[in-house]
């Protein structure tokens, strides 16, 4: 037998033993049962849906050949490490930013597609946040290190450009502002949220500055837009939460510092879900506590530990337009992804 044959009969063999090996793997558990908030009898508006650290519980499996090169070499996707910034793209795609690794974890599961973006293929210094603009088909990364935000393409990951700007020293938290078609940065260092035309990429305006009055700040670390257009943020080192309107005016600010509900002690992400309720992750805390769109507290969810449901020192959240919440948990080394049951039903 010559050793073209050889090889190729070798193929084959690998090919049959490869496809055994990578059968279908079972279904995501999405048993909205398991763990709600809150406990019976109250009607549960939170449920645990499922956790993410591999393309595998997503049911990703890749192309054909890449999942033959998998078995041949027996290389594996490195696991998610430490994630910090998530974001959801409304059609099932989840993006994770790993701070540990530098790298940006891209899942797909409506085309059957993952990427990694290596520290060494994107630049990334120091990734802290992701958003996604979905009608422009790019994605946003900020750069607290290098003191800009990074553009991606949602195709393939490509390089796009960056934002930069004198007066952006330390961007974080970020987020899309639909109704005005701004992309909302948050800068750590300058105690202020800039307000970026997507069409343009320049820089339109800001909202607050250094201080702890109504409407300035002291180490603001997250934003993140309700359906109203209300825009609220993390104001970190002054343990609240302030919420201005579309045009950046003063409405409201909530929360002082301690160590019981309705209190903060590191408040870290914010999400809003569709009914303009305020889900504000504390880190410290290692759960979410729930506000009314006035900042009265509802309820908490979450607490320390690594079962399903608790949380280890988390970094991130994020509320897609489906009410389905992202959760960094960055020291478990997954995402956790829940569903808010508006009017206490499932949707």
Known sequence: MSHSRRLIRLALLSMLFIGGCLAPAPPVSHDAGYLRWPAAPEIARITYLHSLSAPTDLNIRGPLMQRLWRGLSGHQE???????????????????????????????????????LPATQTGLRMPIDIAIDAS???????DAEAGLVRIFARDKGRALGAISHPELKRPTGMAIHPQTAELLVVDTEQATIMRIDLDTLQLKGHIGASGEKEGLFNGPVAVAVGPQGRIHVVDSLNHRIQVFSAAGEFLLAFGSAGMGPGYFSRPKAIGVDSEGNIHVLDTLFDNIQVFDPDGRLLMAYGEPG?????????????????????????YNDRVQIFQFLAGGELP
């Not at 422009?136 to 900020?142: L, P, W």
């Open 306 to 330: 690594q079962a399903p449901g608790q949380f280890w020192l988390p970094s991130g959240l994020f509320i897609d337009a489906h009410d389905r919440i992202y959760v960094a948990d960055t």
């Open 78 to 116: 490195p696991p998610m490490e430490r994630p910090h910034g998530v974001a959801g793209d409304g059609n099932g795609g989840i993006y994770v930013v790993n701070k540990a690794t530098r790298a940006l974890h891209l899942f797909d599961p409506g085309t059957d597609r993952y990427q990694l």
């Open 136 to 142: 422009r088909q790019r994605f946003f990364v900020s």
